[in-house]
């Protein structure tokens, strides 16, 4: 499976963007992970092909943030209201190709989580 991130750029503090990633197969969870500067890639927000409660977002996003998808089109969305300069990051969209019942939806808060990972896009938030 392979990961096509778009919709990065540069936003104001306050206000808006809405990042796409398109997979090229069938996919189960998708994420979203970012990586500042000198810091460890950390997680942002994760959703199963069901949705609904198959979410988790990080509390640092939480009701600013919304994850959807569209299964028809293999693609995951990251929609970021209420930006802040430390949301400035380079996103990475992951996917796991495996159905895993059982597995709690907050297990995909990990890297090693998943299978598949995009090439990233940045996003930039100025003050």
């Known amino acids: 499976v392979q990961l096509q991130a778009s919709g990065g750029g540069l936003a104001q503090a306050g206000g808006s963007l809405r990042l796409s990633c398109a997979a090229s197969g069938r996919t189960y969870v998708m994420g979203w992970f970012r990586q500042a500067p000198g810091k460890e890639r950390e997680f942002v927000a994760t959703?199963?092909?069901?949705?609904?409660?198959?979410?988790y977002y990080a509390d640092s996003v939480k009701g600013r943030f919304t994850i959807s998808r569209d299964n028809a089109q293999n693609t995951v969305y990251l929609s970021m209201n209420s930006l802040k300069p430390e949301d400035t990051a380079v996103y990475y969209c992951?996917?796991?190709?495996?159905?895993?019942?059982?597995?709690?939806?907050?297990?995909?808060?990990?890297?090693?989580?998943?299978?598949?990972w995009g090439q990233g896009t940045q996003v930039t938030v100025s003050s």
């Open positions: 992951a996917a796991d190709a495996s159905l895993r019942p059982g597995y709690s939806i907050t297990y995909y808060s990990k890297t090693y989580a998943f299978q598949y």
């Open positions: 959703m199963g092909r069901s949705g609904g409660s198959s979410t």
